[in-house]
């Protein structure tokens, strides 16, 4: 290939291994015959004589709907930038199961590891210390974090869709959110949105706190549920999927929403704006998220200790649409 580009053998290793000591006109060359000659670069085995695989790692809860699509497509584009890949897992929120992830992930010899939420296994945790990998904690934060982390305020969103169905008017709201034994945004969410009806003085019975899974069919069977025992006024959703489960129970009860029942979301993934009637939610900002998280592991990678990045607090935004309207 030095031949083919007219450069010598060191300045392909250069350009290869670092790139911005190789000027413009020799890259043109060494490129264009990269991909002439069909050439491919033997990564791992680059990874024997320096410390970059080129490979970042991504452990998300789960893949199986829109929570993280957004986040792992951003993710992963911002990656390419940097001419790294991607290599994405899912625990299905089972912390034991993220430990094997993480193990199997350092002994591929990655560069970094983006984990989800400030909540994981001190095994976890350690296993990345001891081998001094770059971790960012993505989706959630926390003032006294563990982890630097790059998210939105889990706590703040909840509230803000809260207090929106509160200035409209219900005091009678059910909340429907997922365990959150091993998930902390989930966590944050319930106590924000606890928090608001708490500030305005209103209480929270026992029988309008729910316990749903992200799954449109288990939110859609637990709100029919609710509706033909006891119907409330409005429900705020821990998620975007849990509140189109909503939605589509009180459809197939005839109900007229938002007039007879308000629903409420968070996330703002990908439908929620099409959706009959559209969802009113808060905006996390997935794509803003992956990509800060790229760009700040590749950095921690390459400048360790003498990386500048700090954790990022991502704001979210109150999108009201047409699924919420006053008492």
Request: aromatic residues 4%; charged residues 20%; negative net charge.
């Amino acid at each position: 290939m030095a031949n083919r580009a007219g450069v010598s053998p060191a300045t392909v290793s250069r350009f290869f291994n670092s790139p911005d000591v190789v000027s413009a006109d020799a890259k043109r060359r060494i490129h264009a015959a990269a991909t002439e000659l069909g050439y491919i670069r033997n990564r791992m085995a680059g990874a024997m004589h320096n410390r970059f695989s080129g490979t970042i790692g991504l452990v998300v809860p789960t893949i199986n709907n829109a929570i993280f699509s957004e986040l792992i497509a951003a993710f992963s584009a911002q990656l390419l930038l940097h001419d790294r890949t991607m290599l994405v897992a899912s625990h299905n929120y089972d912390l034991t199961l993220e430990v094997s992830i993480i193990r199997t992930l350092l002994e591929r010899k990655i560069d970094g590891i983006a984990l989800v939420g400030q909540h994981h296994l001190n095994s976890a945790i350690d296993m990345l210390q001891v081998r001094s990998v770059p971790v960012v904690a993505l989706w959630g934060y926390q003032p006294d974090a563990a982890i630097p982390f790059v998210g939105a305020d889990n706590q703040l969103a909840a509230k803000k869709v809260t207090q929106h169905l509160i200035e409209q008017g219900h005091t009678d709201i059910a909340f429907l959110f997922p365990e959150t034994n091993s998930n902390d945004r989930a966590a944050d969410r319930q106590k924000g949105a606890i928090d608001a009806m708490r500030e305005a003085g209103l209480n929270v019975p026992a029988h309008r706190q729910l316990t749903c899974s992200y799954n449109i069919a288990e939110s859609k069977a637990t709100t029919l549920e609710i509706l033909n025992e006891d119907k409330p006024s409005a429900v705020v959703c821990g998620n975007d999927v849990i509140a189109h489960g909503v939605i589509y129970a009180a459809q197939e009860l005839s109900l007229d929403l938002p007039q007879d029942l308000s629903v409420v979301g968070i996330g703002d993934f990908a439908g929620s704006a099409d959706i009959v009637p559209a969802l009113t939610t808060v905006r996390l900002p997935a794509r803003r998220i992956g990509k800060v998280a790229a760009d700040a592991l590749v950095d921690m990678s390459e400048n360790g200790s003498n990386s500048d990045f700090t954790s990022r607090l991502i704001e979210t935004e109150l999108i009201v649409r047409k699924s919420s309207c006053a008492i």
